[in-house]
């Protein structure tokens, strides 16, 4: 996993991304925070496990099922499985030590 810093790729209203294997910050001083950093770190492993395009298409479909269910942008970004384990976990620093494998699913 490499750390990348660049304003440029994040889109607005994000501070950071992931995209197998690079976490991208958009601000320099968002390297030091930890809670971001594994936020992300989630992501790269759920990126893994489902051999990485499978993620991003997963991913899009069900922001697609979510946002026809509630017709709400952030809502139904927050309401993706993979985010939801992420948010949900972003604080416990050592969650990736214990995390199951395809843990992601229990937030369907």
């Not at 320099?28 to 051999?51: A, G, P, T, Y």
Request: hydrophobic share 45%.
């Amino acid at each position: 996993m490499f750390i990348v810093t660049s304003q440029y790729l994040i889109p607005k209203g994000y501070a950071s991304m992931a995209i197998f294997p690079f976490i991208i910050i958009g601000r320099l001083e968002d390297r030091r925070n930890k809670v971001l950093i594994n936020h992300e770190s989630i992501h790269i492993r759920q990126q893994m496990e489902l051999l990485v395009i499978g993620f991003f298409i997963w991913y899009g479909l069900e922001y697609l099922i979510r946002l026809c269910q509630i017709w709400d942008h952030q809502k139904a970004y927050r309401k993706i499985s993979f985010e939801a384990e992420a948010y949900a976990n972003e604080s416990q620093v050592g969650f990736l030590q214990h995390r199951d494998f395809w843990n992601f699913i229990k937030y369907l």
